[in-house]
């Protein structure tokens, strides 16, 4: 996306960890990540991070927030057409 290419995405089957020697079964780190649009039609990288949503019962959850590692607005990939 930074570049304007695109997000690019590999997964890797059958590959056992190191140590457990079991299927590395995890997240899909791209249900994490978003384009956000703000109101002057400017697109940034977003992604969804956990957060405490209740200090008392330490109750987590789930919020989209800005991309701490790049913070620029980004272009979409010339295939993109944004309606």
């Known amino acids: 996306m930074i570049d304007g290419r695109g997000?690019?995405?590999?997964?890797?089957?059958?590959l056992n960890h190191h140590v457990r020697k079991t299927p590395p079964w995890g997240c899909n780190r791209l249900?994490?990540?978003?384009?956000?649009?703000d109101a002057n039609n400017e697109f940034y990288l977003w992604e969804k991070r956990?957060?405490?949503k209740n200090a008392e019962t330490q109750e987590l959850g789930w919020e989209w927030q800005p991309y701490k590692d790049y913070?620029?607005?980004i272009a979409l990939p010339a295939l993109y057409h944004w309606n």
């Open 7 to 14: 997000l690019f995405s590999v997964h890797i089957n059958s």
């Open 31 to 37: 249900h994490s990540m978003g384009v956000y649009r």
């Open 50 to 52: 956990v957060v405490v």
């Open 71 to 73: 913070t620029d607005p």
